[in-house]
């Protein structure tokens, strides 16, 4: 019965990845996939003041780091029109969070970002 269910439990997990989902036991979670997470339980850091969300797509993100440290001030960052029209939007009822429509880099220049070809991780 045990090795029936292990199965069950197997396949329903392939079922929810082939879906672009993720299933983790909270407590084996591995570093880097809940910032947020690795923030307040991996290194003790329970009451962030200051955040910059850089990369900020459509807020949530931002949304989620308010939630974790209320009393954090939040300073999101968007190049991409399409997405600060949408970041705006989803983060206008929270005044801790402070968006700006260009990004942060090492120096100052104008670029193209092509959305779509742009990639949202540091995994190449």
Known sequence: MIDFLKL????????IF???WIVKQLHGLSSGLDISYDISNRLGIVDLR?????????????????????????YSFEPVSKNFITLKKNT???????????????????????PGVMRYSNNN
């Open 8 to 15: 069950l439990k197997e396949e329903i997990k392939k079922q």
């Open 18 to 20: 082939s879906q672009g």
């Open 50 to 74: 200051t955040i910059f969300d850089c990369g900020a797509h459509n807020g949530e993100t931002a949304i989620d780091f308010k939630n974790k440290f209320p009393s954090a001030q939040i």
């Open 92 to 114: 206008s009822m929270y005044p801790q969070i402070h968006c700006y429509h260009f990004a942060l880099g090492d120096k100052e220049e104008t670029v193209t970002a092509l």
